[in-house]
């Protein structure tokens, strides 16, 4: 049997572990943080589309968790899922990836196999990880093997999960690769070899980069839209009735979570460290997004300036305040610099989420803690300004635009023949 080790139990760790249980491997969920630990061995889960019972189910075929490192030293196959987020200043943070890989470097025995899946620039597994892992003992492709496979999670996709997404997988050498592939091959329905490590770390941050520019170009053009008085949204529908040569995007109020604004900077940053020049569409494409929801605030205080209102005092209600549909990750939510921007210019806030009972957006600044609302038609009601921001499968919206005064509709989800809705 093949004993597994995957390091880091978040969005992307726990359903990758707990599938692999699910197909005859032990498996060994290791993370730095004692109370994820300690909750997952209850049964409790902590991520959206793991629910308690798959939890179980991984329990039951003998899944656990750890805090002990230790335990690397009995793996086949350790997997890093650990988070790259950013340095105050912008550039890659890779803290996470680099005590990982020195933990396993402490541990590893001969023979296995080591991949890393955390999003990161290319160069990185070979450069940053590899070193670490080998030490002065190993050489890879002979002792170990070590590859890199890019995550595709997509929190809250109820038709692709680890299964059926192709999982692509590149190895330092092609002993790496063929071994990644086999592994991967043991619970993913369709394993996709990249030419090398580096062409596998770039798979994943062009597709990121592909979203962030294409959601940049409708978010854009959703400015001069407005102006032009042109439906942009309907603009789209129609566009995407073409079947080839266009994918639809469609404009919102910025984007959010752990990869979008996050990992086409690490490419950014890359190719300025070691290039020195600027990859400028992505440069222009984080402009324009980072932008989006302090428009969507100048859209709000148009609108409420439409009605003979000032922002200042105004009762603004925010619907949605995750960072996409029917999840509950908050993480770099475009409704926080836009609760932010209301909130500087003297509004009344509240909000309302199925998913978020209590919003912290500055845990250093308790003045930031909202509650959610209790009932959102009742709250919508007695506002100004309502803001649609997130489309949660619970919200009904044509009872929202009806009982709303204003709907200011930053996804052009709401039917624009009720006279209160106006789109962003
Ligand atoms: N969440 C997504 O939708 C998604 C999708 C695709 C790719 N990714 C990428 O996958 C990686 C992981 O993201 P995530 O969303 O699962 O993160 P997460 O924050 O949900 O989980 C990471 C876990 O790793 C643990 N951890 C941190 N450092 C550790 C260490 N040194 N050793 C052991 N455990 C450690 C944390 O305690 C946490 O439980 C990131 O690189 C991210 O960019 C995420």
Redesign the pocket.
């Known amino acids: 049997m093949t004993n597994l080790v995957v ?8 359903p990758m572990a707990l599938r692999a249980s699910e197909v005859g491997l032990s498996v060994i969920g ?4 004692p109370e ?1 630990v300690e909750h997952l061995n209850a049964g409790h889960s ?2 959206d589309d793991v629910s308690d019972a798959a939890l179980a189910a991984g329990i039951a075929a003998g899944y656990r968790a750890s805090t002990d ?1 230790s335990v690397i030293a009995d793996a086949d196959v350790v997997v ?6 950013l340095t105050e200043d912008g550039g890659p943070d890779l ?6 890989a020195g ?1 396993i470097g402490e541990h590893v025995r001969e023979g296995a196999l080591v991949v890393l ?4 620039y290319p160069g990185t597994t070979e450069e940053v990880f590899a070193p670490l892992v080998l030490g002065e003992r190993w050489e890879v492709g002979t002792h170990i093997r070590i590859a890199f496979s ?6 809250g996709n109820a038709t692709y999960g680890v299964r059926n997404t192709p999982k692509v997988v590149g190895g330092i050498t092609p002993t790496c690769t063929a071994a990644a592939q086999e592994f991967y091959g043991l619970f993913v329905d369709d394993v996709v070899p990249a030419k090398g490590v580096r062409e596998a770390e770039m798979a ?1 941050l062009l597709e990121n980069t592909f979203r962030h520019v294409n959601i940049a170009l409708v978010n854009e053009m959703v400015r001069f839209c407005n102006e032009l008085d042109i439906d942009l949204w309907d603009a789209i529908d129609a566009a995407a009735t073409k079947p080839f040569g266009y994918m639809a995007f469609r404009p919102g109020p910025g984007v959010g ?3 979008i604004p ?2 086409p900077a690490y490419l950014s940053h890359r190719v300025r460290a070691k290039l020195g020049y600027a990859f400028r569409m992505v440069e222009l494409a984080e402009e324009i997004n980072t932008a989006a929801p302090l428009y969507v605030a100048q859209r709000v205080q148009a609108a409420l300036n439409d009605v003979g209102l000032a922002v200042r005092g105004a009762r603004v209600l925010l619907v949605g305040v995750t960072y996409k549909p029917d999840v509950s ?1 908050l ?1 770099e939510s475009p409704a926080g610099p836009l609760a932010d921007r209301l909130a500087a210019w003297g509004a009344d806030l509240a909000y309302h989420d199925p998913r978020v009972p209590r919003w912290v957006r500055r845990p250093d600044d308790p003045a930031t803690a909202l509650t959610c609302v209790d009932d959102l038609y009742d709250a919508a009601a007695a506002a100004d300004v309502v803001v649609l921001l997130q489309q949660h499968r619970a919200y009904d919206l044509a009872r929202l635009a009806q009982v709303s005064r204003l709907l200011l509709d930053t996804r052009g989800s709401v039917p624009t023949d009720d006279p209160a809705v106006v789109r962003l």
Request: proline share 11%; with cysteine; charged share 20%.
């Open positions: 390091i880091g139990q978040g969005y992307v760790g726990l290791l993370d730095t943080a994820v902590h991520i490192a890093v899922c650990v988070p790259t987020p803290r996470p990836v680099v005590n990982a933990v899946e955390s999003t990161t890019p995550e595709r999670i997509d929190p994943k979570g752990h990869c996050v990992d990750d993480r």
